[in-house]
């Protein structure tokens, strides 16, 4: 993630899947990690945040495929 806040500058990284569900021990360990690990000028603003649709988001993107086809 350091090396893409650098090149893109992104404002949010987004968690989904399965992992997403470990809650604040996973986040707080890569937001550790990240600000750790990245200028200070590339983390300014951003957000390390859970994907609101967590492990239903492949489901919810099939099936918005599928009614766009």
Do not use: W
Request: glycine share 14%; aromatic share 6%.
């Amino acid at each position: 993630m350091a090396l893409v806040s650098v090149i893109i500058n992104p404002r949010r990284f987004i968690v989904g899947g399965g992992v997403s569900k470990a809650g604040d021990i996973l986040f707080d360990a890569i937001r550790k990690n990240y600000y750790e690990c990245t200028q200070e000028a590339a983390t300014e603003g951003v957000d390390i945040v859970p994907a609101v649709l967590g492990n239903d988001a492949g489901v919810v993107g099939a099936a918005g495929l599928n009614l766009h086809s």
